[in-house]
């Protein structure tokens, strides 16, 4: 199922610039996950959302990162002065409900951020 | 914290052979297991889930996994792979009544025609 829709697909920013990640879930979903994969480690968590509320952010970076969930419209990710550290593949899921009660998170295709 | 480690993270193998992952997880309490694959240049998908009853679990393509409460696993199983297997699968936890599922590093696969 690739309904959950990440764009841009790769992002090259340059050290202080801003990045910004979008993610449409798919329809009818109302939970949205971010995951961040650095090179040759597994995902890992950032932030769950739902619609207009931040629900857990215990994976997010303290300073520089940001994300929402507006009413209308798709997930943003958003890093600020963006580092070379923060070159990664940024993933987003979605799931109808709380995980433990639809056992599925539906993945995008991820981002692709390069920090030069 | 629940923590999920995946024992190997790049595995060969001919077509034909059997294929075991291992994945241990550490959380006392109780949790829903899963494990995802990643194709090349696709998106994460799920193979099988465990969450309650029978510990041995049918997934998609052949799959299964067994969960081995007193050994805090879930383990991969396949007997016999296809080169279309080659790709990078995931082991996950969910603790139940948490809100987010926590991966394990990845094992890559790579199937030999």
């Known amino acids: 199922n690739a309904g959950v829709m990440q764009n841009p697909r790769h992002l090259v920013r340059r050290r202080g610039q801003e990045a910004r990640l979008r993610c449409s879930p798919v329809?009818?979903?109302?939970?949205v996950y971010w995951y961040r994969q650095l090179p040759e480690e597994g995902l890992k968590f950032m932030v769950y959302l739902q619609k207009e509320n931040i629900i857990d952010e215990s994976g997010m970076p303290k300073e520089r990162f940001s994300a929402e969930f507006p009413k209308e419209g798709p997930s943003i990710l958003r890093i600020q002065q963006v580092v070379r550290g923060d070159s990664a593949a940024y993933f987003c899921a979605s799931s109808r409900g709380q995980i433990e009660n639809t056992g599925e998170l539906f993945f995008g295709e991820g981002s692709r951020l390069t920090v030069l | 914290a629940q923590s999920v480690s995946q024992h190997n993270h790049h595995v060969i193998l001919s077509e034909a052979a059997s294929l075991e992952l291992g994945c241990n997880y550490s959380y006392g309490g109780t949790v829903n297991l899963f494990w995802y694959v990643q194709y090349p240049g696709q998106h994460l998908q799920l193979l099988l889930k465990?969450?309650?009853?029978?510990?041995l679990v049918k997934g998609i393509k052949g799959f299964e996994a067994e969960f081995i409460k007193s050994k805090f696993s879930f383990n991969l199983r396949k007997p016999s792979v296809q080169w279309s297997d080659t790709a990078e699968y995931f082991c996950a936890v969910n603790a139940a009544a948490g809100n987010k599922l926590t991966f394990g590093g990845g094992t890559r696969v790579l199937v030999k025609p």
């Open positions: 465990y969450f309650s009853g029978d510990p």
């Open positions: 329809k009818g979903h109302s939970h």
